[in-house]
């Protein structure tokens, strides 16, 4: 079966870029990397405090590598209200939540974007919590961002 995908950018959004939209940047580029197919994956934060230039949590990277999935060791958080070219590129927006949401249609404008929460994207409504100050969390953070991914995912045939 072919696989039929109409995206060829995905942006994820969070508050500041260094955690939840980070696994779920990890976990698509690693599922569309075994998939063989080439669509472009990146992150960042759009909160009044998102910052340039934040390592990514530990905690984010040690709850990815629990299943096989290494974070960069190099790669730094991007505020995009500093690169709105980035969300331009963007085929397809994810955000954690529906506040992160609002926050890029008041950036963005109403325009052409397709702009989703992830679990909206996944079939459900809601938010996924920010895990920052409880690292207890990470690991609950990660299993639902994984789920309501692949819930969308499967929408086209994957």
């Known amino acids: 079966m072919e696989i039929k995908f109409p995206y060829k950018s995905i942006l994820l959004v969070c508050s500041v870029g260094v955690a939840r939209s980070r ?9 569309f990397s075994n998939n063989n ?11 009044s405090h ?6 990514i949590s530990m905690d984010a990277k040690l709850a990815m590598e629990e299943i096989g ?10 505020d995009l209200k500093r690169y709105p070219e980035i969300i331009e590129k963007a085929d397809l927006i994810l955000t954690l939540t529906e506040k992160h949401k609002k926050e890029i249609h008041e950036f963005i404008g109403k325009n052409h974007k ?5 679990k909206e994207f996944g079939g459900k409504s809601g938010d996924i919590e920010d ?9 609950k953070v ?4 994984i789920e309501y991914l692949t819930e ?3 929408k086209y045939s994957f």
């Open 142 to 145: 990660r299993n639902e961002i």
């Open 23 to 31: 696994m779920a940047e990890g976990y698509l580029r690693d599922f």
């Open 152 to 154: 969308g995912l499967k």
């Open 131 to 139: 895990p920052s100050m409880k690292e207890e969390i990470f690991t």
């Open 69 to 78: 999935i290494k974070l960069s060791e190099t790669s730094l958080s991007i």
């Open 37 to 47: 197919i080439d669509v472009e994956v990146i992150s960042g934060g759009i909160s």
């Open 50 to 55: 998102a910052r340039d230039g934040m390592l």
């Open 114 to 118: 397709e702009i989703y929460t992830i």
